[in-house]
């Protein structure tokens, strides 16, 4: 680990070297350097965005506006040109939801809610699935198609969903449209969760942009209690395991001992968790400094005692649309048994293609389809008692099912995946060699130790660290947060590290 107090080198890496070349930097678009929330460029970005922004509190339009175009630039910072395609689609979804709501004949309505959907669905398979279509084509009929030169623009699985959310609500005449054109590209576009969620239904979101603008100061504590707590789960925990560690032993399983390849499988396991959540948690944050409400995304997962159950503590905004959306779009329990197994078994598989276009990320979602449809189908005859001890083996066995579902989803391929699993079987108990281990990577075990504790505390031990929190002067916050990014900073191995969910 870096050392912590090189702050003079700090200083003149982040702010003395200031010239024409390092502005520039910080207004255009540099693919190797999208603009995040763990980077001292969006601290000193939000801090002058945010004092603009609460002086304009009482000024609703131009307050709107300035959000828009601050959230516009972001994603122009994060995917380029894209930015066009964000505008382009939430054109179409406005003017498409206008026609739909004003429109009286049932066919015509219908006909602008299929288009809508072939509009944004259509943008998402061309981006993200043309590859994997070609792939799967030359593969199965020694086809020789070539692939396009096609880059994936970061946050259109997240956006989309939220477009299409707000469309179906206006379709099922559940959500009037938006007053203006701005007030819908403020929702498609509002920068703390546009790239990474948690998708933010129309329904939740739009009213709170015509309500005016309160922050309590519970929700300011709240607000920077989360982004403190997300950052060090993300650069610290889930970063320093990342690059020290996980990404070694599954990018050569073989060089590595069994027991090795079995806590890397446990470490992606917390360095997800921790990135994700992280993310969510400063999203959340960030809205809330600016008075929004944003739903939780994560609920300690890893405490499930079964796959149902941990469906509705990780990533809930995901799992709730593709409930909402799909799940009872599709008939959802309500044609009969065998249908609702297909339902569930359906809807998890197409929410791992949501993840990326790979076949490993389908038989991530396969797997747990069938884990969701085994324990529909037998809780129907058996019932567990409900005491400490059987809680504790069904956690126990629900987390190690989910870390063997992340390593299809974290190996690079199929082959990568088995090798683990193959190596992880060779486990033996060896007292020495495992102490060796610990002792070598001490700081990666303290951290993924950290990062399970944290886990399991309980939410009033957090309730309780909240309110101490609360009664810290302001100023003694401020300088907590600064000093948060320089730990960032000073623990970073190889640079501010992306979030894991921009790829998807």
């Given at each position: 680990?870096?050392?912590?107090?090189?702050?003079?080198?700090?200083?003149?890496?982040?702010?003395?070297?200031?010239?024409?070349?390092?502005?520039?930097?910080?207004?255009?678009?540099?693919?190797?350097?999208?603009?995040?929330?763990?980077?001292?460029?969006?601290?000193?970005?939000?801090?002058?965005?945010?004092?603009?922004?609460?002086?304009?509190?009482?000024?609703?339009?131009?307050?709107?506006?300035?959000?828009?175009?601050?959230?516009?630039?972001?994603?122009?910072?994060?995917?380029?040109?894209?930015?066009?395609?964000?505008?382009?689609?939430?054109?179409?979804?406005?003017?498409?939801?206008?026609?739909?709501?004003?429109?009286?004949?049932?066919?015509?309505?219908?006909?602008?809610?299929?288009?809508?959907?072939?509009?944004?669905?259509?943008?998402?398979?061309?981006?993200?699935?043309?590859?994997?279509?070609?792939?799967?084509?030359?593969?199965?009929?020694?086809?020789?198609?070539?692939?396009?030169?096609?880059?994936?623009?970061?946050?259109?699985?997240?956006?989309?969903?939220?477009?299409?959310?707000?469309?179906?609500?206006?379709?099922?005449?559940?959500?009037?449209?938006?007053?203006?054109?701005?007030?819908?590209?403020?929702?498609?576009?509002?920068?703390?969760?546009?790239?990474?969620?948690?998708?933010?239904?129309?329904?939740?979101?739009?009213?709170?942009?015509?309500?005016?603008?309160?922050?309590?100061?519970?929700?300011?504590?709240?607000?920077?209690?989360?982004?403190?707590?997300?950052?060090?789960?993300?650069?610290?925990?889930?970063?320093?395991?990342?690059?020290?560690?996980?990404?070694?032993?599954?990018?050569?399983?073989?060089?590595?001992?069994?027991?090795?390849?079995?806590?890397?499988?446990?470490?992606?396991a917390i360095q997800i968790y921790c990135d994700f959540s992280g993310y969510s948690d400063i999203a959340i944050g960030l809205a809330l400094l600016m008075g929004f409400w944003l739903p939780d995304n994560f609920r300690t997962p890893y405490q499930s005692g079964s796959i149902t159950e941990f469906w509705r503590r990780w990533h809930i905004s995901l799992s709730t649309w593709l409930r909402d959306y799909l799940y009872i779009s599709m008939g959802g329990n309500r044609k009969g048994k065998i249908r609702t197994y297909f339902n569930l078994f359906m809807t998890?598989?197409?929410?791992?293609?949501?993840?990326?276009?790979?076949?490993?990320?389908?038989?991530?979602?396969?797997?747990?389809?069938?884990?969701?449809?085994?324990?529909?189908?037998?809780?129907?005859?058996?019932?567990?008692?409900?005491?400490?001890?059987?809680?504790?083996?069904?956690?126990i066995l629900t987390f190690h099912f989910v870390v063997f579902c992340w390593l299809f989803f974290r190996a690079k391929d199929f082959a990568t995946a088995f090798q683990v699993i193959k190596n992880i079987g060779k486990l033996t108990f060896n007292y020495d060699q495992w102490q060796t281990i610990v002792l070598g990577y001490k700081n990666v075990?303290?951290?993924?130790?950290?990062?399970?504790?944290?886990?399991?505390?309980?939410?009033?031990?957090?309730?309780?660290?909240?309110?101490?929190?609360?009664?810290?002067?302001?100023?003694?916050?401020?300088?907590?947060?600064?000093?948060?990014?320089?730990?960032?900073?000073?623990?970073?191995?190889?640079?501010?590290?992306?979030?894991?969910?921009?790829?998807?």
């Amino acid at each position: 680990m870096r050392a912590l107090f090189n702050l003079q080198n700090w200083f003149l890496e982040n702010v003395g070297n200031i010239d024409l070349e390092t502005m520039k930097n910080w207004f255009l678009f540099n693919p190797k350097q999208p603009l995040l929330f763990n980077s001292a460029l969006f601290l000193g970005l939000f801090l002058i965005f945010y004092v603009i922004y609460i002086l304009s509190r009482k000024t609703h339009y131009f307050r709107i506006t300035y959000v828009v175009l601050f959230s516009l630039f972001f994603y122009y910072k994060c995917s380029g040109i894209y930015f066009g395609l964000l505008i382009f689609s939430s054109v179409v979804d406005y003017v498409l939801s206008r026609l739909i709501y004003e429109e009286a004949k049932q066919g015509y309505r219908k006909f602008y809610m299929i288009l809508s959907l072939l509009i944004n669905l259509g943008m998402l398979a061309y981006f993200k699935y043309t590859n994997f279509f070609i792939d799967n084509y030359n593969s199965l009929f020694d086809g020789t198609m070539k692939f396009e030169d096609i880059i994936l623009p970061v946050g259109i699985s997240f956006y989309t969903f939220q477009t299409l959310s707000y469309t179906i609500d206006v379709y099922r005449r559940e959500l009037e449209p938006t007053k203006s054109f701005m007030d819908f590209l403020f929702f498609v576009s509002f920068f703390p969760q546009l790239v990474a969620g948690p998708i933010v239904r129309a329904s939740d979101f739009i009213p709170q942009i015509y309500e005016k603008l309160k922050l309590t100061k519970e929700d300011f504590n709240r607000a920077l209690f989360l982004i403190i707590g997300g950052l060090i789960k993300k650069a610290v925990i889930s970063d320093y395991i990342s690059t020290n560690f996980v990404d070694r032993v599954f990018d050569a399983p073989n060089s590595y001992t069994a027991f090795e390849n079995l806590m890397a499988s446990y470490g992606y396991a917390i360095q997800i968790y921790c990135d994700f959540s992280g993310y969510s948690d400063i999203a959340i944050g960030l809205a809330l400094l600016m008075g929004f409400w944003l739903p939780d995304n994560f609920r300690t997962p890893y405490q499930s005692g079964s796959i149902t159950e941990f469906w509705r503590r990780w990533h809930i905004s995901l799992s709730t649309w593709l409930r909402d959306y799909l799940y009872i779009s599709m008939g959802g329990n309500r044609k009969g048994k065998i249908r609702t197994y297909f339902n569930l078994f359906m809807t998890m598989l197409l929410g791992g293609l949501w993840h990326g276009a790979s076949w490993k990320f389908v038989v991530w979602g396969v797997l747990h389809g069938l884990a969701l449809v085994v324990e529909k189908f037998f809780g129907q005859f058996i019932k567990f008692p409900k005491n400490m001890f059987v809680r504790t083996i069904q956690v126990i066995l629900t987390f190690h099912f989910v870390v063997f579902c992340w390593l299809f989803f974290r190996a690079k391929d199929f082959a990568t995946a088995f090798q683990v699993i193959k190596n992880i079987g060779k486990l033996t108990f060896n007292y020495d060699q495992w102490q060796t281990i610990v002792l070598g990577y001490k700081n990666v075990f303290l951290l993924l130790v950290i990062g399970v504790v944290w886990h399991f505390i309980p939410v009033k031990t957090i309730a309780f660290m909240q309110k101490t929190f609360s009664t810290i002067p302001l100023v003694f916050k401020a300088v907590l947060l600064g000093l948060i990014y320089w730990v960032v900073y000073a623990t970073a191995s190889s640079g501010t590290q992306p979030f894991i969910y921009f790829q998807f």
